[in-house]
Nanobody, 116 residues
Framework: QVQLVESGGGLVQPGGSLRLSCAAS????????MGWYRQPPGKEHELVAT???????NYADSVKGRFTISRDNAKNTVDLQMNSLTPEDTAVYYC??????????WGKGTLVTVSS
């Protein structure tokens, strides 16, 4: 069983920054892709960014140039640095692991609120 725990969410003003972290445990290996997703209030779940063990990344158009995903394979962690935040970034952010065998695991989420 893979366990994922997100941290770092909170309240931030527009234009500010936050760094989210996700700690994974339970047989996370270098073949696994990790990612961040989010669900804004009243809207659908959407991809934010993914990263492979080799640091190949994929970003949603809405966050390109502002967000950066990174991982530490030795620690089984994945971070999301969020800069130039806007109210439209307000959402519950979820960490995910996409296992080599096609099985996905999800954290319970951390809330990011961008407001004055």
């Amino acid at each position: 069983q893979v366990q994922l725990v997100e941290s770092g969410g909170g309240l931030v003003q527009p234009g500010g920054s936050l760094r989210l972290s996700c700690a994974a445990s339970g047989s996370i290996v270098w073949l696994d892709t990790m990612g961040w997703y989010r669900q804004p209030p009243g809207k659908e779940h959407e991809l934010v960014a993914t990263i492979t063990r080799g640091t190949s990344t994929n970003y949603a158009d809405s966050v390109k140039g502002r967000f950066t995903i990174s991982r530490d394979n030795a620690k089984n962690t994945v971070d999301l640095q969020m800069n130039s935040l806007t109210p439209e970034d307000t959402a519950v952010y979820y960490c995910a692991v996409h296992k080599w065998n096609g099985v996905d695991y999800w954290g319970k989420g951390t809330l990011v609120t961008v407001s004055s």
